[in-house]
């Protein structure tokens, strides 16, 4: 039997405390021999060594200038226009909005090194920890989603475990990552919870992992695994762990942690940890008296016109974006004393669809902004909001997915129009792939999805806004050049 002490608290209170974890506690648990602990499957013991682990991606996932915002800037569902003196940001955001990205970009080296800290954590804590069979195994699948993410952003990246010494790890190609990322997790599935654990891996969260990674096979190596990428969707759909939300607005409520519909959530709170900032990302500055936010938002992030067009009138979907005129909390009509003098609209804050250009001049106020998390009234800059990273609207989504690419149309219906329902949409009674598309886009905007859907229906090197055609070398960011310079071992990608 484990006996914890005052140290074992104590370290769980710092671990879930600390803003950030450089490096795991080196804390040595008082009353607990490395062979009780080798041999321990005390949830709550494993929960306190993996903490730090996930400390780390919970990280900058939901903030500016990372993983996120290059995935959804890149696509077509948002944009970050440049206005004026405002958000110029030496190019970067324009660059990215047309496929024009550089190895030099900011937010591209940001992602990288959020993945690759994440990585190192998880290496030292199973260094640390080899004989803990459940917390080995666990890692291990955590650091294969960690990798996932790093195959679908940079394609060509180093494989690094936690028995590698070599300080300037290779290139390894997208397929050899491919296959790391599968095996990693088919060799610890099974010892992994089967319990809706939502913010930490469990065997439904593993099996959404590969199925993401099969239904993009060929994508990531050039050969087709829907089938395979079928057979996990069914294992998750016939588990009948998970279920729809009668209202789709319940899972990104503050307090959404008991959704039925969230597989995987990164747990943010305002207090402990940070980070997910989405209100100040998208609101204007005056969206602070809305939501009598702590601080003035940003003016930033705003949906394309022609992807908030998309959506029906009666879909409830639509009311996840800020748009029209703008209101104080105590009903008063908002207005923007700086506003442009050749605003439509005047000084009254109105959020119109239309943005009149991407640069260098973009109105203040152009752009429906992001509206589909809850803003708690008083919230401060990060929300506490749990980050939805697998919905099961979105398997059902991958189940209709699959059954088209087989030829199965009809039956692919089923799952689109029990998603359509939940929204109070009308239902599809043909399927396309562009039909397909587009409903993913309308169930998943903005939850980090797009890009990769994109790619994988063929559309991502099309145009749309102020976008022209790209070359399909764009579909894969550049390998950092601040990484390159660090790691002569490294090979850039191609095209750039």
């Known amino acids: 039997m484990i006996k914890y002490t005052k140290t074992t608290a104590l370290l769980l209170a710092m671990l879930f405390i600390v803003a950030a974890c450089e490096e795991p506690e080196q804390e040595i648990f008082d009353g607990i021999t490395p062979e009780e602990l080798a041999q ?52 970067q955001w324009l660059r990215t909005h047309r496929h024009e990205y550089v190895p030099t970009e900011e937010a591209i080296n940001n992602g990288w090194d959020y993945c690759y800290a994440a990585v190192g954590d998880i290496n030292l804590l199973i260094n640390q920890n080899p004989n803990v069979t459940a917390l080995v195994a666990e890692l291990k699948v955590l650091r294969a989603l960690i990798y996932y993410w790093l195959i679908d952003a940079y394609g060509n990246v180093p494989i690094i475990t936690e028995d590698d010494t070599d300080p300037t790890p290779p290139t390894r190609s997208r397929a050899d990552v491919f296959t790391f990322i599968e095996n990693s997790i088919i060799d610890n599935i099974g ?103 702590q601080e003035s938002p ?36 908002l207005t923007d004393d700086n506003a442009e003098a050749n605003d439509p609209d005047g000084a009254d804050l109105t959020f119109t669809p239309e943005i009149n250009e991407l640069a260098p001049n973009s109105l203040r106020q152009a752009g429906v902004r992001v509206g589909k998390w809850e803003y708690r009234s008083g919230a ?89 055609a790209s070359d399909a070398t764009r579909n894969i960011f550049p390998i950092p050049q601040n990484q390159i310079d660090a790691n002569a071992d490294l090979v850039q990608n191609p095209g750039y």
């Open 380 to 468: 401060t800059q990060s929300l506490s909001n749990d980050f939805s990273l697998f919905r099961y609207s979105d398997v059902l989504l991958m189940k209709a997915e699959v059954m088209h690419r087989a030829g199965n149309s009809t039956g692919a219906l089923v799952y689109v129009n029990q998603v359509r329902q939940r929204a109070g949409a009308d239902p599809l009674t043909t399927l396309t792939d562009e039909i397909l598309l587009a409903e993913r886009g309308r169930e998943l905007f903005a939850e980090g999805h797009r890009r990769s859907d994109l790619i994988r229906f063929g559309a991502y090197n099309g145009t749309w806004w102020e976008k022209p």
């Open 191 to 293: 010892e992994l919870s089967t319990d809706n654990t939502k913010t930490t891996l469990n065997q439904w969260s593993a099996r959404m992992i590969l199925a993401k990674l099969y239904l993009n096979a060929e994508v990531y190596t050039g050969t087709a695994r829907w089938t395979d990428a079928e057979t996990q969707i069914d294992l998750i759909i016939n588990g009948g762990v998970f279920s729809l939300e009668n209202n789709f607005f319940s899972n990104f409520t503050t307090n959404n942690e008991g959704s039925s519909e969230n597989i995987l959530t990164l747990p943010y709170d305002e207090n402990n940890a940070g980070g997910f900032n989405i209100a100040q990302m998208t609101g204007h500055y005056q969206t602070q008296a809305t939501f009598d936010l």
């Open 298 to 333: 940003w003016n930033g992030y705003a949906s394309l016109e022609e992807f908030y067009n998309a959506y029906e009138d009666n879909d409830a979907r639509k009311s996840g974006f800020l748009a029209g005129p703008q209101f104080a909390s105590d009903g008063s009509r």
């Open 40 to 91: 321990s499957t005390d949830p709550a013991l494993i929960d306190v060594l993996k903490a730090s682990a996930y400390r780390r991606i919970i990280g900058t996932w939901g903030g500016h200038n990372s993983l996120w915002s290059m995935q959804e800037v890149a696509s077509d569902e948002l944009v970050i226009a440049h206005k004026g003196a405002d958000w110029e940001d030496g190019g």
